[in-house]
């Protein structure tokens, strides 16, 4: 069975940074992966997808690359804000469109 | 119209209650999904529906039976649940079951006394 881990659960930085967010998976077979964020108790907002034939995507101050073969995804942040404190879920998508969700990174940036 | 609505957004109810959770998408797409969410925790899928037939169930309790009376509408009716089946519940769709992108709905947070 397909198992999504993100590192670090939790993350902390000054306003003005750039970050990564890590996410890993344990089976390449996947369709294509796929970033979102949460505020807390709310639903879930779609950031980027990433097709498997894809290497990255950006949209804005996010990219998001793909390694799949080494099952391995990144989110880059740049110039953050205190508006991205959220927690961010990758999901990998094994088949139709069955999504695994990792385990979360909460980050928090400090103004 | 890019929004997945759903209703309630807070519902309380006791183990006797039945209850319904309602989902609608107006972006025109095919595939509906119901997704449980326990604090901390990542989002589990429950129930996939495509063209308004049921694709996946995930070995869901029959307490939950969920419903697709159309494209655009996704139910999940509710009966006789238990506390532990309190969570974030989340609708999602997407345009079809192949490789698109989900959207996700707000959730309603269910209570279960």
């Known amino acids: 069975k397909q198992e999504v881990t993100q590192i670090p659960a939790a993350l902390s930085v000054p306003e003005g940074e750039n970050l990564v967010l890590n996410c890993s998976f344990t089976d390449s077979a996947i369709y294509n992966l796929q970033w979102f964020r949460q505020d807390p108790g709310k639903g879930l907002t779609s950031l980027l997808l990433?097709?498997?034939?894809?290497r990255e995507q950006t949209s804005g101050r996010l990219n998001a690359s793909l390694d799949k073969s080494s099952g391995r995804s990144t989110l880059y942040i740049a110039a953050s804000q205190p508006g991205d404190s959220a927690t961010y879920l990758c999901a990998v998508n094994t088949g139709a469109n069955n999504l695994f969700f990792g385990t979360g990174t909460r980050l928090t940036v400090i103004p | 119209d890019t929004e997945v609505t759903q209703t309630p957004k807070h519902l309380v109810m006791g183990m006797t209650n039945k209850k319904s959770l309602k989902c609608e998408q107006h972006m025109g797409h095919r595939a509906m999904y119901w997704y449980k969410q326990k604090a901390k925790k990542p989002p589990e899928l429950m129930f996939v529906?495509?063209?308004?037939?049921?694709?996946i169930n995930e070995s869901v309790p029959s307490r939950f039976s969920p419903e697709c009376p159309n494209s655009s509408l996704l139910n999940l009716h509710l009966h006789a649940l238990q506390p532990e089946d309190s969570a974030l519940y989340l609708c999602?769709?997407?345009?079809?079951?192949?490789?698109?992108?989900?959207?996700f709905g707000p959730g309603t947070r269910l209570t279960v006394l």
């Open positions: 990433i097709q498997s034939s894809q």
């Open positions: 999602a769709s997407s345009h079809t079951l192949l490789q698109d992108e989900q959207f």
């Open positions: 529906y495509s063209y308004e037939k049921l694709s």
